[in-house]
């Protein structure tokens, strides 16, 4: 008896790359999470966070720091500046942010300008 042909079309084999292809990289993500980690783990070092807290984390800073970014641009452009200094950024989080808040961020804020300035 003769094969009948099967009705189900050849499945197709994973491409091989050649030799001048490169094999596509997974795009890559930027996300704050390692930071927030190693600052939870300063603060509260028995303490975790779930992968909804991370994300809620991560929007948090992405919208405080474009805030201060816009902020620090709008000031810039008021004093016909066309450079962002810390000096920009500092008015801008002393406009944005409370009081006592305010005031911790710009002294940790200095310190780390101070830090990098040095190193």
């Given at each position: 008896m003769a094969k009948t042909p099967s009705k189900k079309a050849p499945s197709k084999a994973a491409k091989k790359p050649t030799d001048g292809a490169k094999k596509r990289s997974k795009k890559r993500v930027e996300s704050y999470s390692t930071y927030i980690y190693k600052v939870l783990k300063q603060v509260h070092p028995d303490t975790g966070i779930s992968k909804k807290g991370m994300s809620i984390m991560n929007s948090f800073i992405n919208d405080i720091f474009e805030r201060i970014a816009g902020e620090a641009g709008k000031l810039?452009?008021?004093?016909?500046?066309?450079?962002?200094?810390?000096?920009?950024?500092?008015?801008?989080?002393?406009?944005?942010?409370?009081?006592?808040?305010?005031?911790?961020?710009?002294?940790?804020?200095?310190?780390?300008v101070t830090k990098f300035s040095s190193a």
């Open positions: 810039a452009t008021y004093n016909k500046k066309a450079t962002l200094s810390s000096r920009e950024i500092q008015t801008a989080v002393r406009l944005m942010l409370p009081g006592e808040l305010a005031k911790h961020a710009v002294s940790e804020g200095t310190k780390a």
